[in-house]
């Protein structure tokens, strides 16, 4: 059972980058998912979270720029980073809450998940 994140790169500020995260070895349909971020020498912090059914939460610092989806038929979800900004840098992980099933609870902190992808780093140069 695993989550396999891709899709980071280095952007210019004001750039674009979808990330994905494939689930594979158990369906992840029925659990919330998320992004979580860690940038050098700062806590693993969450960036947007989706239920099951599909409704979203973003953390203050991403509302309007980000946004986070999923694809139940292919086990997926991703992260759309638009109008990207240095700050933005980080190593992006995507998670799933085992505990969330058919949950309409946002859990936002990163203790609440249980299966992690291995990180895809995103930098952002200004």
Request: glycine share 8%.
């Amino acid at each position: 059972v695993q989550l396999r994140a891709s899709g980071g790169g280095v952007v210019q500020a004001g750039g674009s980058l979808r990330l994905s995260c494939a689930g594979s070895g158990r369906t992840f349909s029925t659990y919330a998912m998320a992004w979580f971020r860690q940038a050098p020498g700062k806590e693993r912090s969450l960036v947007a979270t989706i239920t099951w059914s599909e409704s979203t939460y973003y953390t203050d610092s991403v509302k309007g720029r980000f946004t986070i989806s999923r694809d139940s038929a292919k086990n997926t979800v991703y992260l759309q980073m638009n109008s990207l900004k240095p700050e933005d840098t980080a190593v992006y992980f995507c998670a799933a809450a085992t505990r969330s099933r058919y949950s309409a609870t946002f859990y936002v902190r990163a203790s609440d998940y249980d299966y992690w992808g291995q990180g895809t780093q995103v930098t952002v140069s200004s």
